[in-house]
């Protein structure tokens, strides 16, 4: 504790700015995180799914083979993208795919459909974290030391995965047939039901950011006027979003729908925050869009292989 207030006694004289800035870091880097800890364990999943299955063994090559750097890229343009994202923002991405996800889950068979899902809400999923923090941490004395604590837990989470998933991608095929790794013989017994944890920490996961969102959006309104003339508009915008994600998932899924369908998500998002928004919302919808683009094209070769299990 003494060397804390030692270190506190020099923060006065560090610009507020500054601190916000530092702040708005760490949380982008923890959502990063968080979707870094998504993208290896299905990773994971595909590739001993595919290795399993003769026809697809080379895809499973293709996916271990993916360069170290690239990773590190990944995580660090997350980072930055949520770093700039405003809270608000973040809010409206969350709670939109909260109710996209839903209703894909309604409308269609279990299956391979939702690994797909898994690897849709990797940029919601880092929003509705940094949205999460940016609420829990309102007003907190401590609020730079907790966002600390989160990093670090986050980057041995993100940095133990990541050492699973190099170790699968060279050893796996030779560990599982000669049993003797305990790693790869974990993964051959339970290989199968990653995705079933997954889909329980995302529950959690979004239950919390959804409450978080509707919080922090509701947070700027000074009247209920005001919070109904923003709430309706969003109602009927979602709504609308929603019917067109449900007709479109009566298609055979291409590469090219994955992209056309984030462009009309946030061109939905982008005319609703010029009726009723702020400018910097409108910045932060068009660092929204270069956010969900980069995670569809890192995850390609994973959406590829679910593409044609559904086909």
């Not at 919302?281 to 044609?308: K, N, P, Q, T, Y």
Request: charged residues 15%.
């Amino acid at each position: 504790m003494g060397l804390l207030s030692y270190v506190a006694s020099f923060l006065p004289g560090v610009p507020w700015n500054l601190w916000g800035s530092v702040d708005s870091f760490l949380q982008g880097l923890v959502g990063a995180c968080a979707v870094s800890v998504l993208y290896n364990f299905m990773k994971v999943h595909l590739y001993i799914r595919c290795l399993n299955d003769p026809e697809r063994q080379k895809k499973a090559t293709q996916l271990s083979s993916s360069p170290r750097l690239s990773d590190l890229l990944h995580l660090l343009l997350l980072t930055f993208i949520y770093s700039l994202l405003g809270p608000r923002v973040g809010a409206l991405v969350v709670l939109e795919f909260s109710l996209r996800a839903v209703s894909m889950i309604l409308s269609l068979q279990k299956g391979t459909q939702s690994s797909q899902l898994f690897l849709l809400c990797q940029f919601s999923l880092g929003c509705g974290i940094t949205c999460s923090l940016d609420y829990l941490h309102e007003g907190a004395p401590h609020r730079t030391w907790n966002l600390l604590l989160a990093v670090g837990l986050s980057g041995l989470i993100v940095w133990q995965t990541r050492r699973m998933c190099r170790h699968v991608g060279v050893m796996y095929e030779l560990h599982s047939s000669k049993r003797y790794c305990g790693v790869c013989l974990s993964l051959l017994a339970c290989w199968h039901a990653i995705p079933a944890q997954l889909c329980r920490a995302l529950k959690v996961a979004f239950l919390v950011s959804d409450l978080a969102a509707v919080a922090v959006i509701n947070r700027d309104f000074l009247s209920t006027a005001e919070a109904v003339r923003f709430w309706t508009p969003l109602t009927i915008c979602y709504t609308l979003l929603v019917i067109y994600m449900q007709e479109e998932q009566h298609q055979n899924p291409t590469e090219q729908m994955a992209f056309q369908t984030v462009f009309v998500r946030m061109g939905g998002l982008l005319i609703l925050m010029m009726t009723v928004g702020r400018w910097a919302d409108i910045l932060h919808i068009f660092i929204s869009l270069v956010g969900e683009l980069w995670c569809l094209v890192h995850a390609g070769a994973m959406l590829d292989i679910c593409r044609e299990e559904v086909r």
